[in-house]
């Protein structure tokens, strides 16, 4: 079956079947119900997106959808850059995004690999260069960042909260705008809170 966006509910997600996590780089896949929630939300909010620290939303997104073909995935590692959408991306170096990227994204979506103040601020500014007028985010992260995300970038928590299987710390889901009333954003992951 599908949801209303597309994108299938059934069968497994070729991105986590086939891509290892790389301690190396604190990487730590979503379930496939979150990748399927975050995908769908993408799909229903952008056109332009910039994917930071997020490639297993990215390469789950449909091959021939416009989001896939308009976005970027911004990531250090390296084993993604035969896509044409990889721009290879070090965090602690946001100023050395290319300039002809910068606000050309509509929606962007981060999931930064460690939870310090620091690194929020680092892809805080890497988000503000990314965005076009208006543009709207999706984060993950540590509740304990709360305030820090609502100073930086006026972010607020959604209900659904993103599980991480490997992850031993539950993050939680921010957005910057109000979620439409299908997102699923809107509703409990009961994967993490129950049915």
């Known amino acids: 079956s599908e949801t209303k966006t597309g994108v299938k509910k059934s069968g497994k997600n070729r991105f986590l079947l086939r891509t290892k996590e790389n301690c190396g780089f604190n990487q730590y896949w979503y379930s496939k119900r979150t990748i399927e929630t975050m995908v769908n939300e993408v799909l229903a909010m952008g056109d332009h997106c910039a994917f930071l620290s997020t490639p297993s939303v990215y390469f789950s997104l449909p091959k021939d959808s416009k989001q896939r073909k308009n976005s970027k995935i911004f990531d250090v590692d390296t084993r993604f850059k035969k896509d044409p959408g990889f721009v290879h991306f070090d965090f ?3 100023e050395k995004i290319p300039e002809e ?10 999931d930064p690999p460690f ?5 929020m601020e680092l892809y805080s500014k890497a988000a503000h260069l990314l965005m076009s007028k208006d543009a709207k985010i999706l984060m993950s992260t540590v509740p304990e960042n709360a305030k820090t995300l609502r100073r930086l970038m006026n972010l607020i928590p959604q209900a659904f909260r993103p599980l991480c299987p490997t992850l031993i710390y539950q993050y939680d889901f921010y957005t910057n705008y109000s ?3 299908e997102s699923q954003l809107n509703l409990k992951n009961p994967e993490v809170d129950g049915e």
């Open 92 to 94: 602690r170096a946001p």
């Open 101 to 110: 990227l910068c606000h050309k994204f509509d929606y962007i979506v981060i």
């Open 115 to 119: 939870i310090t103040t620091d690194v």
């Open 179 to 181: 979620t439409f009333k």
